[in-house]
């Protein structure tokens, strides 16, 4: 999910619009849109990625280590005493430096760093995963309310025109004043209704700027995308195979092997340090004492070459106590692995599990809903002709409506569940 931004441009090229006078582009987003903006803008994947760049140029660096140091050394001294002239003299010289073996800590330096490099571009594809189910679910949310309100304005409707027909029949003395009132409660309720569901949208639409860290003045509108393929979705692959593709593809895993293996070569660096250190040193130096035959003085050049060897002969038990720190964070590494493929195996089986669940949820609200609008359509025509009491009416108007809140939620819960299923199995994310 990683490395879009040619897509992420190509795609806000085709869903940017004209802003008015606000200073902010205006955009028209897909799913997929969406997405591919928040992988290339996201603030907290900028930082992963610029994380994964320390990483690498830390792994770099650290194979530099195998290169020989080199300083350079001048000094120009003032010599005076009691008794005698001012004299001059100086001193100019290389040294160069090399470890030639210390254990080899370098060699595990270089391999620590490039599994640590490698493990941060997993970091950033967890977190991608992570933001992909954050805009997944506000995205949905956004489309829930949305179709929820073309249902409230029709309600609405409705409500309206059945207070108009109670009106004409409390002015003629066929219903109570009290029906009539109840009506008016109800159309006022159903207009209420509307507005909490308008805000409960604008709410989630900035939410998603905020995923897609996008000004909050920003005009954003989302695509309604094809839900008649949802029948497609409830076909879903067995058990076994979304546990197969999880553990291949979830970053989870990858991450915590990754620390277990960082673990191993501290252990190995910390028994280094029971081993002797061998280094390679060398220099080359010239100097004068006064400015007189200058250049012959510098010509008489001081070559030096050596080998050291350091010892450890005894460090106060740090060295023991570092061993025995890095064999105890390498237990706690494997122990964080096998915790971590119990964790996904635990939540693959209650995703699929929840994914059947909300299929089946979502068969048995579309029923009830389709039932419980018949059957306010029916008594809406019982009470035109005044064969029944508003309280008869209104009581069926809300189990319609309760009917249809339980549909739209159950609708996009099992879209969402779905989708999410698609995430643990690294499918690309569609709608």
Do not use: W
Not at 75 to 93: K, W
Not at 261 to 290: E, F, V
Not at 327 to 340: C, F, G
Not at 349 to 354: A, I, L
Request: aromatic share 10%; glycine share 6%.
């Amino acid at each position: 999910m990683k490395k879009v931004v040619l897509g992420f441009l190509m795609g806000i090229s085709a869903g940017t619009v004209s802003a008015q006078d606000t200073g902010f582009p205006a955009y028209r987003f897909s799913l997929e849109e969406c997405l591919n903006y928040a992988f290339g803008n996201n603030y907290n994947i900028q930082t992963l990625q610029l994380t994964e760049e320390g990483k690498e140029d830390t792994y770099r660096q650290s194979k530099r280590e195998r290169l020989p140091s080199l300083n350079a050394s001048l000094s120009e001294n003032l010599n005076h005493s009691r008794g005698n002239d001012l004299s001059y003299s100086g001193n100019y010289g290389l040294n160069a430096n090399m470890v030639l073996y210390q254990g080899g800590n370098i060699a595990r330096t270089i391999e620590q760093n490039q599994l640590r490099m490698e493990q941060s571009s997993y970091q950033t594809a967890q977190y991608e995963n992570t933001l992909t189910i954050q805009i997944l679910q506000t995205f949905l949310t956004v489309l829930g309310n949305e179709e929820l309100l073309k249902y409230q304005e029709v309600v609405v409707q409705a409500s309206e025109e059945q207070l108009k027909q109670g009106k004409e029949q409390f002015q003629f003395g066929k219903i109570l004043e009290s029906d009539y009132l109840l009506l008016e409660a109800q159309y006022a309720n159903d207009q209420n209704n509307i507005l909490n569901t308008r805000i409960s949208r604008d709410n989630s639409l900035l939410t998603l700027k905020s995923l897609l860290s996008m000004p909050a003045v920003t005009e954003l509108q989302i695509i309604y995308p094809d839900t008649a393929s949802i029948q497609a979705m409830s076909i879903l692959p067995s058990m076994d195979k979304v546990m197969e593709r999880a553990f291949q593809t979830l970053p989870d895993l990858k991450i915590s092997q990754y620390n277990r293996d960082i673990a191993q070569t501290s252990l190995q660096m910390s028994k280094a340090g029971y081993l002797p250190t061998l280094s390679l040193h060398g220099s080359i130096g010239a100097g004068h004492t006064d400015f007189g035959h200058f250049g012959s003085q510098l010509s008489r050049l001081n070559e030096q070459i050596g080998l050291s060897l350091s010892i450890p002969v005894y460090d106060n038990s740090r060295t023991r106590s570092k061993v025995t720190q890095s064999r105890i964070a390498l237990q706690q590494a494997e122990l964080d692995k096998k915790q971590s493929e119990l964790d996904i195996q635990q939540t693959v089986v209650t995703e699929y599990r929840n994914v059947v669940f909300a299929y089946n949820k979502f068969q048995t609200t579309n029923i009830r809903q389709n039932a419980y609008l018949k059957t306010f359509d029916v008594y809406r025509a019982q009470f035109h002709v005044g064969a029944i009491t508003a309280v008869d009416l209104l009581q069926q108007q809300n189990n319609y409506i309760s009917a249809l809140n339980d549909y739209i939620q159950s609708k996009y819960e099992f879209i969402l569940k779905r989708k999410i299923l698609d995430v643990y199995m690294g499918v690309q994310i569609t709608m």
